[in-house]
């Protein structure tokens, strides 16, 4: 019990894999701000699509009252 008592005191106390956690933590930081622009992008040009659905409908009902058809 006391090697791995020691083991973990050696662990905690050893920095030398600080620089690859950092690279970690920034890649998944960087993985979920892409995941989020993804979504945005997703969500908006959906939206416009909508709405340009909408509108070429609008335009078309009114060109056929105007035209009396």
């Given at each position: 019990m006391?090697?791995?008592?020691?083991?973990?005191?050696?662990?905690?106390?050893?920095?030398?894999?600080?620089?690859?956690?950092?690279?970690?933590?920034?890649?998944?930081?960087?993985?979920?701000?892409?995941?989020?622009?993804?979504?945005?992008?997703?969500?908006?040009?959906?939206?416009?699509?909508?709405?340009?659905?909408?509108a070429?409908e609008?335009?078309?009902?009114?060109?056929?009252?105007a035209?009396?058809?």
């Amino acid at each position: 019990m006391a090697k791995f008592r020691n083991y973990v005191e050696k662990f905690i106390k050893d920095e030398s894999g600080m620089e690859l956690m950092q690279f970690a933590i920034v890649v998944v930081i960087t993985a979920g701000l892409i995941a989020v622009a993804m979504t945005i992008r997703d969500t908006t040009s959906s939206a416009i699509t909508n709405a340009n659905q909408i509108a070429d409908e609008e335009f078309n009902n009114a060109l056929n009252s105007a035209g009396g058809k």
